[in-house]
């Protein structure tokens, strides 16, 4: 009856999935008190029928302790508790960060708020189970610690932090993804520099903060969570190619940086460069609303597929 097992550890959890070939009638799971073994009972009615022409005289089988109960309730506590339930969407820089500037005076932080908000909508229309949190939803300057301080307060399970990119070249164009880890480039090196700059409109306080940021990067590059962001900004930048393809915008694929905004969230958490604003056609793309609602549905593909591999798995 069982065609596969597969197990999966997790940070606190190890999840142990049996993939069957058909539902069963009934099913048991308890935990042996003399041996401590957690049992598995599958019952099929093949199996009942049997059972029943073997001894019609049998007593009936008892139902199993009250602590099978208690336990397949904290079961199902245990798998809520790690279900992707709610989204933490990060329009990056905003009120006096006006984030880059492009062609036409393009400023990023729109940009990037257009694209946020649009996704919000796809995932409280599409996943109406999964609550959304903005670290802004209006045009204000938000410090970086705060973006995940408000991820963490609000039990965030998936952070997307959302940007558009620069450069001195006109030529540099396309999109690209990003998780937390040390960089690995110049041209990487160079994209977490200048989304770092923000720091210039903080406190004196807040930016005494970041300093040696860099050197527990590494650190935190190999946290429970480093698997999970390299799933999720792998779907993401695979799901936007896809939806992107017809606008002939350039795939740069999934790279790592020491992005500050990204630093503390306790949940999977990647950064989206949606295009170049100062490139003359890119910066066309993303002022439009339309496009705006294509990089929005691309970036929800790539997160809907990662909601159901991951709980799949849970």
């Known amino acids: 009856p069982i065609r596969e097992v597969k197990a999966y550890q997790f940070k606190d959890l190890l999840s142990i999935a049996f993939r069957l070939q058909k539902p069963p009638a009934s ?4 935990q042996d008190e003399i ?4 049992v598995v009972v599958l019952r099929y ?9 073997r ?6 089988e008892p139902s199993p302790p009250d602590s099978n109960d208690d336990l397949q309730k904290q079961l199902e506590r245990e798998k809520k508790r790690w279900l992707i339930d709610t989204v933490v969407i990060d329009p990056g820089h905003g009120g006096k960060d006006p984030g880059a500037i492009g062609v036409g005076k393009l400023k990023e932080k729109d940009v990037v708020l257009g694209i946020g908000l649009k996704l919000g909508k796809l995932i409280q229309k599409r996943l109406p189970g999964v609550k959304v949190v903005y670290t802004r939803k209006s045009d204000r300057f938000v410090p970086l610690r705060q973006r995940t301080e408000i991820a963490n307060q609000n039990k965030g399970k998936v952070f997307i932090s959302i940007h558009a990119n620069a450069s001195r070249s006109r030529n540099a164009a396309g999109f690209e993804t990003y998780l937390l880890g040390p960089e690995k480039g110049n041209q990487a090196s160079n994209v977490a520099s200048r989304e770092n700059s923000v720091i210039q409109f903080e406190s004196p306080e807040n930016q005494e903060h970041y300093r040696g940021i860099n050197a527990i990067l590494a650190k935190l590059a ?3 969570y480093m698997k999970q962001s390299e799933h999720l900004a792998g779907g993401v930048q695979t799901h936007l190619s896809q939806r992107l393809r017809s606008l002939n915008m350039k795939d740069r694929g999934v790279k790592q940086a020491g992005f500050w905004v990204m630093v503390g969230a306790s949940m999977p958490c990647i950064l989206v460069e949606t295009g170049f604003i100062t490139n003359p056609y890119d910066a066309r793309v993303l002022k439009t609303k339309n496009h705006q609602q294509k990089i929005a549905e691309g970036i929800f593909a790539g997160l809907l597929k990662f909601k159901n591999d991951y709980e799949s798995a849970i």
């Open 27 to 30: 099913k048991e799971v308890y």
């Open 55 to 60: 001894d019609d005289a049998a007593a009936e």
């Open 222 to 224: 190999q946290t429970a």
């Open 35 to 38: 041996s401590n073994e957690v």
């Open 45 to 53: 009615d093949e199996q009942i029928a049997r059972n029943e022409r």
